[in-house]
T-cell receptor, first 109, second 117 residues
Framework: GQNIDQPTEMTATEGAIVQINCTYQTSGFNGLFWYQQHAGEAPTFLSYNVLDGLEEKGRFSSFLSRSKGYSYLLLKELQMKDSASYLCAVDNYGQNFVFGPGTRLSVLP | GAGVSQSPSNKVTEKGKDVELRCDPI?????LYWYRQRLGQGLEFLIY????????KSGLPSDRFSAERTGESVSTLTIQRTQQEDSAVYLC???????????????FGPGTRLTVL
């Protein structure tokens, strides 16, 4: 079966660093995506990993280990506007995208 | 257009009525996806179109749900005999291609909020 796990909720302080983990078990793998979704809005693309390692993009970085079925999204210098849900999604090669349940991040002043 | 558009943005209907939701993908995007998101929950895959291939309907929850796509353009999601449990936001996404690394990136429309009374 297909399964993606993420923590349901996380809380962090403005200016801090937070790591959101994602573990997956899918029948295929052609890449892993992270999306940000603010309440009441559509998801927006953050990052894509297909090879092992760290991809850095400004304050956001994403890491992938294919052998461990594991990824994380790292957010640095947190801002209030980073309060949102963060969705991990696997491109299930040849089939469809499988989304995790999302992690609701609250950034406190 | 610049992005994925969906219409209507909001739809309120009575139980038992049929509804039709529309999605206009980004021009040139061959892949189109429909998802459902219930309040406070994650995305639930419904159906996927890729070019002229037969659609992947594996996520459709019942035979009341159907979707069509004309070529590589507009798609409509139809829900017949709506039930209260169908109340959700229906999101459409498109991507440039499928199975080609970062071109799989999905761009989402704003969604249609469906409320079944």
């Amino acid at each position: 079966g297909q399964n993606i796990d993420q923590p349901t909720e996380m809380t962090a302080t403005e200016g801090a660093i937070v790591q959101i983990n994602c573990t997956y078990q899918t029948s295929g793998f052609n890449g892993l995506f992270w999306y940000q979704q603010h309440a009441g809005e559509a998801p927006t693309f953050l990052s894509y990993n297909v090879l092992d390692g760290l991809e850095e993009k400004g304050r956001f970085s994403s890491f992938l280990s294919r052998s461990k079925g594991y990824s994380y999204l790292l957010l640095k210098e947190l801002q209030m506007k980073d309060s949102a849900s963060y969705l991990c999604a696997v491109d299930n090669y040849g089939q469809n995208f499988v989304f995790g349940p999302g992690t609701r991040l609250s950034v406190l002043p | 257009g610049a992005g994925v558009s969906q219409s209507p943005s909001n739809k309120v209907t009575e139980k038992g009525k049929d509804v039709e939701l529309r999605c206009d993908p980004i021009s040139g995007h061959t892949a189109l996806y429909w998802y459902r998101q219930r309040l406070g929950q994650g995305l639930e895959f419904l159906i996927y179109f890729q070019g002229n291939s037969a659609p992947d309907k594996s996520g459709l929850p019942s035979d009341r749900f159907s979707a069509e796509r004309t070529g590589e353009s507009v798609s409509t999601l139809t829900i017949q005999r709506t039930q209260q449990e169908d109340s959700a936001v229906y999101l459409c996404a498109s991507s440039l291609a499928w199975g080609a690394e970062a071109t799989d990136t999905q761009y989402f429309g704003p969604g249609t909020r469906l409320t079944v009374l």
